[in-house]
């Protein structure tokens, strides 16, 4: 990768979900008692627009339908539905497991919850219905704890986690080929992509400063 741009942001703010629409950042902040939704202007790190998630929820994942901004949490199978415009909540959202990185193609969202079975879910984006899932598999092997995920013009673009035994390297990203889906029960890895310098965990890559990366 070559870094391209470098954006202010601030420290204290644990990335767990990102987005950019409008010109402007969107970012779902974790960790109990600090979790926020906010819109952050890019280029100088202030903070436009902000709300306080509920003290006892662990922010994750975030992407937008339509008007909608969908926010999700780590261990509450709980999600949070916002007007974009105004950050007015809407509803709430149910979803089995565990919560992590969220994005969306044009007819449904995709969640994965980074444990080790290596799944990605499809959700209704109305209903919040999961109707379907699939294997994301590296030589024929299950790929376990995909953690962040976002929709990129080449595919889904997937962050992974460190499981708790340390068995999963969170310094390498996947670029899977959505070419694949709906066609059986698994996704196969286009390439694992450039390990140095990538996220792995988002918020690491952003505690101080955004960075803009482009492929060489």
């Not at 942001?9 to 644990?14: G, L, S, Y």
């Not at 402007?24 to 952050?40: H, I, Q």
């Not at 670029?175 to 690491?204: F, Y």
Request: net charge neutral; proline share 3%.
């Amino acid at each position: 990768y070559t870094v391209v741009h470098r954006y202010p942001h601030d420290p204290a703010a644990f990335t767990q979900g990102l987005i950019v629409r409008d010109g402007v950042f969107y970012e779902s902040t974790g960790l109990n008692g600090k979790s926020t939704l906010r819109k952050v202007e890019i280029t100088t790190g202030k903070v436009l627009q902000q709300t306080k998630v509920d003290t006892k929820y662990f922010a994750e994942g975030l992407t937008d339908w339509n008007d909608k901004l969908l926010q999700l949490t780590w261990r509450d199978g709980l999600g949070f539905v916002y007007d974009r415009k105004t950050f007015a909540f809407k509803e709430t959202f149910r979803y089995y497991g565990e919560g992590w990185g969220l994005t969306h193609d044009d007819k449904r969202l995709m969640l994965s919850d980074g444990q080790a079975a290596g799944a990605l879910r499809f959700l209704d984006p109305t209903t919040f219905v999961e109707n379907g899932r699939v294997i994301v598999k590296d030589q024929g092997a299950p790929v376990a704890a995909l953690g962040i995920i976002e929709g990129a013009a080449e595919g889904i673009a997937i962050g992974l986690r460190a499981l708790e035994d340390g068995s999963s390297n969170p310094a390498v990203d996947l670029l899977i080929n959505t070419d694949d889906l709906g066609r059986d029960d698994l996704l196969r890895v286009d390439r694992r992509l450039n390990a140095s310098g990538a996220p792995g965990s988002s918020h690491q890559a952003l505690r101080s400063a955004i960075q803009l990366r482009t492929r060489k």
